[in-house]
């Protein structure tokens, strides 16, 4: 065989194993928890709904991409991105430096701050804690503030849903929770908060909420851009006005 | 994929502090185990029909449920009914420690209980009848007798259980304990290094699997004693 027609015949593989890549939509999969009301849960049904999940529906329509959104464990979220078991998290997760370390995120889709939770019977209050029990969901911002700022004088309990801490509040094991404060709000006004209240101010932590993108991916800029724009024609606003009677970006 | 193998010395002292709780669980459910199962065993290799019928649903429904609805129907579960809060066993169950010792005991206690009565149904008729010739009452023979014989011969699969009750007890990080899985889950929340972290953990059931296995080997010598030969056999092709 000659070297043209080698060359040739290499040519020819190549297109036919590139062309089908090339011409399908953008395959994005997206990774969100399913157990964090009102951002990610699942419905009566089975599907996965919520802030997160509209967000992540409208990102795509925007990139045109293909998308698949699946339910994960918050703990494993971050290394199952690492393991490429899917493209991109969208499950309200706040941008840190600690994570920043290992992925990338894009601009910010929505700030949140801590909040103290607990019942409306109990005195508790966010000024003496000393020898209180307080729990958090492991592996979260209020998880981390616990342990950064008051395991010397509390003991901290962590959970691996915000579901279970919430029904530890209710069952009196603990004294108080630490949650994010815009789920937290939405469980109040559910059945199951009637009981409970914030106490104290909200602890602002400078808490931005960004999608974790593995680390140099160009999905990251698709991203950003696709967010500007539904932040520009309304679509965001729509989604907002859906969950909160008040601003969150 | 890089790997930082420092986070695992860094982290060595907490992993430990996690694995001690995870032996302690193990322990002292499997003690309070092996005393619900003698009870629960000796009623079940009754002949009598309406003392057969509690260890058997109580078998039935720990061996066939799992592990981790158990341990949520004690702790998340039971903590949901006003009568429970406000009874006099509510300062044990408010503690996972306890909810973790109670729910493993439970499950153990079933599986051992239907070890102990295989072992018991396989001693060899001669020997129970020649206990009954030498005039041996059932308590005497039960001491004596039975009991010896059962944990010798259900001493291997004892083993096991135990093994599997030690790799079962991580579930008691779902109820907020840290033990060796809960420790470990919780130091990956901070330095985002599962595949190390795991790694070390992994290695350290590996050597509490390993220490477990030497004492039940010892466990088995002891109470099959009578079964080995006291010096070497010699020459014994020779005599045939």
């Not at chain 1, 699942?42 to 709904?49: M, P, V």
């Not at chain 1, 706040?94 to 409306?120: C, W």
């Not at chain 2, 502090?17 to 193990?26: F, H, I, M, S």
């Amino acid at each position: 065989m000659s070297l043209k027609k080698a060359l040739a015949a290499a040519t020819l593989v190549a297109a036919t194993v590139s062309a089908p890549f090339a011409m399908a939509a953008d395959k994005v999969r997206i990774a969100t928890e399913g157990a964090y009301a009102p951002f990610n849960f699942i419905d009566e049904s089975g599907k996965l709904k919520g802030f997160d999940v509209d967000i992540a529906n409208a990102l795509c329509e925007k990139m045109k991409a293909d998308c698949t959104i699946v339910a994960q464990d918050w703990d494993g979220i971050i290394p199952g991105l690492m393991a490429r078991k899917y493209d991109a998290v969208i499950a309200s997760m706040s941008i840190t430096p600690e994570r920043s370390r290992v992925v990338d995120f894009s601009e910010p889709y929505y700030s949140n701050s801590l909040i103290f939770v607990a019942p409306k019977s109990s005195k508790f209050s966010p000024k003496s804690v000393d020898g209180k029990v307080i729990g958090a969901q492991r592996a979260t911002i209020a998880g981390q503030y616990l342990e950064d700022n008051l395991a010397d004088k509390v003991t901290v309990k962590l959970y691996d849903t915000q579901d279970n801490a919430y029904l530890d509040l209710a069952s009196g094991r603990l004294d108080a929770i630490v949650s994010d404060q815009l789920p937290a709000y939405d469980w109040l006004r559910s059945e199951d908060g009637q009981a409970f209240e914030f106490k104290g101010e909200k602890i602002d932590i400078d808490d931005k909420i960004g999608i974790a993108i593995r680390k140099n991916d160009k999905l990251r800029e698709k991203m950003n851009k696709a967010l500007q724009d539904i932040l520009a024609d309304g679509t965001y606003d729509r989604i907002n006005a859906k969950y909160f009677p008040f601003s969150i970006y | 994929m890089n790997w930082t193998w420092d986070v695992i010395f860094e982290n060595l002292p907490k992993l430990l502090d996690g694995a001690l709780l995870t032996l302690e669980l193990v322990l002292i459910s499997g003690l309070i185990g092996v005393m619900l199962s003698l009870p629960l065993a000796l009623m079940r290799v009754s002949k009598r029909r309406w003392l057969q019928a509690f260890p058997f649903a109580y078998i039935f429904f720990f061996r066939g449920t799992p592990l981790l609805i158990q341990i949520f129907l004690v702790y998340y579960g039971a903590s949901q009914f006003d009568v429970i809060r406000e009874s006099a066993l509510w300062p044990i169950l408010r503690e996972p420690y306890w909810c973790a010792i109670i729910t493993f005991a439970l499950h153990t206690a079933a599986y051992i209980a239907e070890l102990l009565r295989g072992a018991i149904q396989s001693i060899p008729k001669g020997e129970i009848e020649a206990a009954k010739a030498l005039g041996m009452s059932y308590p005497l023979m039960l001491r004596r007798i039975i009991l010896p014989r059962a944990f010798g011969i259900m001493m291997p699969a004892y083993g096991n259980e135990v093994i599997l009750m030690l790799k079962g007890s991580a579930l008691a990080s779902t109820i907020t304990l840290l033990d060796l899985t809960g420790m470990a889950r919780t130091i990956i929340a901070r330095t985002y290094t599962p595949l190390e972290i795991f790694l070390a953990a992994g290695i350290i059931y590996l050597i509490i699997s390993a220490l477990i296995i030497g004492l039940f080997r010892m466990l088995e010598n002891h109470f099959n004693r009578h079964q080995q030969a006291r010096e070497k056999p010699q020459d014994l092709d020779a005599q045939h």
